[in-house]
């Protein structure tokens, strides 16, 4: 096939079942159970299932936010899973939530080279509660490229952990640089919690001399009225991939890179009054039973 999809989905608190004797669940959901899990599980393996019945292909590249443990992720690629083969990357972050980021891929397209981590301690004396960046190297076509997924401070309570979010985009945006300046093609996908227009996300658009770094076709989308997620009635695009274009285009011919955020009926509310709003697994402690309060953000690279 002469097109790549690739996808970022903030998957809502997908932790395995709470055992029932804890006093305070792993998950913060009241009655996480294994019927309610194993149900979020099936979804999840059919969401896959839409987004190859609508693109005529599935995802080669899924990173994936809100991981409560490496076997929520071994449950994902089960032997019924249309992505049963791909392969797992995930380590555990020290977030006060107990959430990591994580990346599957098809590993008849990719070779892993390498993988690593990224924390950016802002102050040594402040413990580090917050989602570790994934960063992982592989070959496609013979050719590197970089995958980074990310899952930045939460603008909870008041914004607390904005200095902290900006400083780790700050130092982000250096080591990226560092990449594009020796030729290496970059995707950046993730949950930013900021709007594509913030400021701050701004800079990794172009490097320290001002010349063109990455592109952001998620910008477009939000300012035309298109939201990954809502928080109260207000739309929000926190989740978005960001590619280094010219490198893409130049080492593996990509013609045209189009962008979408996956908000398929099926993935929404039922009822009318909040139909356009994803269709999430909890609202408070309330189970709703769908998948996810953000929708899935996909970047198509065709030849």
């Excluded at 300046?181 to 996300?201: Q, R, T, V, W």
């Excluded at 593996?252 to 709003?277: C, G, M, W």
Aim: proline share 4%; charged share 25%.
């Amino acid at each position: 096939m002469d097109s790549e999809l690739m996808m970022f989905y903030n998957v809502e608190n997908l932790f395995p079942p709470d055992s029932g004797a804890d006093e305070k669940p792993a998950s913060g959901f009241r009655n996480w159970d294994s019927y309610k899990y194993n149900l979020k599980i099936r979804k999840l393996s059919n969401f896959f299932r839409f987004v190859e019945e609508d693109h005529g292909q599935l995802p080669s590249i899924i990173g994936l936010a809100e991981i409560g443990d490496r076997s929520v992720l071994e449950d994902l690629l089960n032997e019924n899973s249309p992505i049963q083969n791909y392969e797992i990357i995930y380590q555990k972050s020290q977030d006060s939530r107990g959430l990591s980021v994580a990346l599957l891929f098809d590993q008849a397209k990719y070779t892993l080279v390498q993988f690593n981590t990224l924390k950016f301690l802002m102050d040594e004396s402040v413990a580090f509660d917050t989602r570790d960046i994934l960063h992982v190297e592989l070959l496609f076509e013979g050719k590197k490229l970089h995958i980074f997924v990310c899952h930045l401070p939460s603008k909870r309570e008041k914004d607390i952990k904005k200095a902290q979010r900006n400083y780790i985009i700050n130092q982000l945006h250096y080591t990226i640089q560092n990449f594009v300046d020796k030729g290496e093609p970059i995707i950046l996908m993730g949950d930013f919690n900021e709007n594509p227009d913030a400021e701050e996300l701004q800079q990794f658009l172009t490097n320290d001399n001002g010349k063109k770094m990455l592109s952001n076709p998620f910008e477009a989308l939000f300012l035309d009225g298109q939201f990954s997620t809502y928080h109260g009635k207000k739309g929000l695009c926190f989740d978005q991939i960001f590619y280094s274009e010219n490198l893409l285009i130049e080492q593996f011919k990509f013609q045209t890179i189009s962008a979408e955020i996956y908000n398929t009926p099926r993935l929404r509310n039922k009822d009318r009054k909040n139909s356009n709003y994803p269709m999430r697994t909890y609202s408070g402690s309330r189970y709703i039973g769908g998948w996810s309060d953000h929708f899935p953000v996909v970047v198509k690279l065709s030849k």
